[in-house]
């Protein structure tokens, strides 16, 4: 942690975590650990995935609520937090985030006598658990999607207007950084844009994906995170790939969070047999931002029912 600004919520939290580190193949992934509490029963971990250009401070407040059923990670995903960034020319696809979960599981969190894990993912990181879950079936006891359901897709004519666009990208380069003259400044400008924090949240987040840099404060999180992605799947595939899930399954659905109004919403639930709804007041952030006890007691019932 920053230990020039740091938030309430994180401060209340940080006695009661650790840094961890996991060594893959090609990268090294970075994250935050909680101990289970001594009356856990259960030696399945619970991992826990980021949103986009978030990380893993995001579960700060919903973590320690779900020791009391088993030890807690919640993974800072590659080219944020403090995790390595991909080689040079190589591009943030999201299928390798889910080969990256695919080798973490495998590597370092089947040494307990269980073969299987709980998935918790926000946004981005319910994406990524729902594909892993519908490819490794076997390997996920239950799925917990936040404001997440599913890829975001395109439509199969834009494939190549989209490769176009992200190889000009790729070519041009993501320009000059931003230096902040201090933590709470890079906190203020994280509160706007597509997802809004309040001040408390966005000071949550922003220290770990920041870095010193001269007088000043840049964003350690890979500037090629907002390149475009290269290829996107089509809404045909996003529907495959949550027709394939057979894991139990819950959707958080925020009431003001970005899927709140988004068509064909209803389609892609439908195609999950196992799915449940779990319906909570809050934006985009509903499990770090406000009242975050509806979520808490919503995932933690869901995870300790058999």
């Known amino acids: 942690m920053n230990d020039i600004a740091m938030s309430t919520a994180a401060a209340e939290s940080a006695a009661s975590f650790s840094e961890s580190v996991w060594t893959l193949k090609h990268i090294r992934l970075a994250g935050l650990s909680w101990p289970a509490r001594p009356q856990a029963k259960c030696r399945r971990p619970v991992l826990m995935l980021h949103g986009w250009l978030d990380n893993s401070l995001t579960f700060v407040k919903l973590a320690p609520e779900l020791t009391g059923l088993s030890g807690v990670h919640s993974v800072d995903m590659a080219g944020h937090g403090h995790s390595g960034h991909r080689p040079e020319g190589q591009s943030y696809l999201l299928m390798d985030y889910v080969a990256d979960l695919a080798e973490l599981v495998e590597t370092h969190f089947l040494e307990a006598g269980d073969s299987q894990v709980d998935l918790v993912g926000h946004s981005l990181g319910g994406i990524v658990g729902a594909l892993y879950a519908a490819a490794f079936p076997e390997r996920v006891r239950k799925l917990v999607m936040i404001d997440s359901l599913g890829a975001i897709s395109r439509p199969v004519e834009e494939t190549v207007p989209q490769l176009r666009k992200a190889i000009k ?5 993501s320009g000059r950084q931003v230096v902040y003259p201090d933590i709470e400044t890079a906190a203020r400008a994280r509160e706007g844009g597509l997802s809004p924090l309040s001040p408390e949240a966005a000071l949550t987040l922003t220290p770990r994906n920041m870095k010193a840099e001269g007088k000043g404060y840049v964003w350690r999180t890979d500037p090629r995170l907002r390149h475009p992605s290269p290829l996107m799947m089509s809404e045909e595939q996003v529907l495959a790939s949550l027709t394939a899930i057979r894991t139990p399954t819950q ?17 892609r639930a439908n195609v999950i047999k196992t799915l449940e709804v779990a319906q909570v007041p809050g934006g985009h952030h509903c499990h770090l931002d406000g009242d975050t006890r509806p979520v808490a007691d919503a995932v933690k019932q869901f995870l300790t029912d058999e």
């Open 169 to 173: 990208k790729r070519i041009a380069g």
């Open 251 to 267: 959707f958080v659905r925020a009431e003001k969070g970005l899927l709140s109004a988004r068509k064909g919403l209803d389609e």
